[in-house]
Nanobody, 117 residues
């Protein structure tokens, strides 16, 4: 089992920045994949960014060049630096972890990000 705890959400003005953090507990090894998804009520959950333990990252098209994902493999943490935020970035952001190359993944409870003036 993997427990994920997110932090860092809140209210920010358009053009501003926020940093989300997620800490995983449970595994005694480096988690293979960690990342972030987001969801707006009534819409499907969408990929924001993920990074595997080797450092390769993938970003959703709408956040590429504005968001930066980073990991600390030793601590099994993943951060998301969000820059130049837009109102359409408003969503609940969920941390996701897939401990192995195949198999079950795990979700955090989510943290709300609101971009509004």
């Amino acid at each position: 089992q993997v427990q994920l705890v997110e932090s860092g959400g809140g209210l920010v003005q358009p053009g501003g920045s926020l940093r989300l953090s997620c800490a995983a507990s449970g595994p005694k090894f480096t988690i293979y994949l960690m990342g972030w998804y987001r969801q707006v009520p009534g819409q499907e959950r969408e990929l924001v960014a993920w990074m595997h333990s080797g450092g390769f990252a993938t970003y959703g098209a709408s956040v590429k060049d504005r968001f930066i994902i980073s990991r600390d493999n030793a601590k099994n943490t993943v951060d998301l630096q969000m820059n130049n935020l837009r109102p359409e970035d408003t969503a609940v952001y969920y941390c996701n972890a897939q401990p192995h190359t195949i198999g079950q993944d795990f979700w955090g409870h989510g943290t709300l990000v609101t971009v509004s003036s």
